[in-house]
């Protein structure tokens, strides 16, 4: 079986061809142009598409809120325009004769860790990316638990700080307005003055005051990270994002987490995600293949 796998963000659109023991290959990307808006990008996804020979089978991970069963939009920010309700296994499938699995970027990243990364033998656990906001996923029995409305796993708006910044969703006080890489990079410049970005920011972890910043914001973290511990009680947590291969930040999430959890909530491991920038595609791939 010859798949092609497509993982939509706001800035890339990256596909690469998958055969039938998950290897990807012939990896490439495009820039997403979100300001064309959602249907738009659809037409580049069905034009490569048609670009290439013998696919049996279309897997699409993407940003936004996605009923997987009916493989639409169920909600998108701006950050892509006009992609609410855009109906990507219907346009793609009609354009093209071709079975697609379209899920959500960050269950299709869960789904790649569950079946070939850190989730590989674990029951259940949670997923989390650390990025532009924060995202999340719900492994639960062996499966993603998208929710009533395909939607669960919307961590980054869980509130930690009431009355607090403006967040991109319309809330105040939102949990990715504070411990999201956006926010980090924002506390460092505005606090200190700078203009670095995430890996600047390390580059220079030595500087005292740049150190500072970083460990309230590994709080930040924390502070998120504990409420979910309590309600999900997992043995696994996976990280992702970036700015997870920093050792310290996943060493000092593990250790003040568990320093501030009951006993009965302690058997739990974080771990940053393995499969980097292909758990999207694999977990795509993985639910084309199911077809």
């Not at 996804?45 to 897997?59: A, H, L, N, P, W």
């Not at 796993?153 to 607090?164: D, S």
Request: hydrophobic share 40%.
């Amino acid at each position: 079986m010859k798949i092609l796998a497509f993982d939509i963000g706001g800035t890339e659109i990256k596909y690469a061809l998958c055969d039938e023991s998950f290897n990807l290959t012939e990896k490439k990307s495009i820039p997403t142009n979100a300001h064309e808006g959602g249907k738009r990008i659809i037409e580049r996804v069905i034009e490569i598409i048609k670009s290439c020979d013998g696919i049996d089978r279309v897997g699409i991970s993407t940003a936004g809120q996605v009923d997987g069963v009916k493989g639409e939009i169920v909600f998108a920010t701006d950050t892509i325009p006009g992609y609410t309700g855009v109906k990507i296994k219907e346009l793609v499938q009609k354009e093209t004769g071709i079975p697609t699995a379209v899920e959500n970027d960050v269950n299709s990243a869960a789904l790649g860790e569950a079946i070939f990364g850190a989730g590989r033998g674990e029951k259940s656990f949670i997923c989390l990316t650390y990025g532009t906001g924060i995202g999340g996923a719900i492994y639960l029995d062996g499966k993603l638990f998208t929710g009533n409305s395909f939607s669960a796993g919307e961590f980054g708006h869980i509130v930690t700080h009431q009355g607090g910044r403006k967040c991109t969703c319309g809330g105040e006080g939102c949990y990715e307005a504070y411990a999201s890489t956006t926010a980090l990079v924002n506390d460092v410049n505005e606090k200190l003055g700078l203009s670095l970005n995430g890996r600047e920011i390390f580059e220079r972890f030595d500087d005292p005051e740049i150190k500072a910043v970083i460990d309230l914001w590994i709080d930040e973290i924390v502070t998120g990270l504990k409420s979910l511990v309590y309600i999900f009680n997992p043995s696994l947590i996976v990280a992702g994002g970036g700015i997870m291969n920093e050792e310290y930040i996943t060493k000092e999430i593990n250790a003040r987490l568990q320093s501030q959890l009951m006993n009965s909530f302690k058997k739990l491991r974080v771990v940053k995600a393995q499969m980097g920038n292909d758990a999207n595609k694999l977990g795509a791939a993985y639910l084309a293949s199911k077809l």
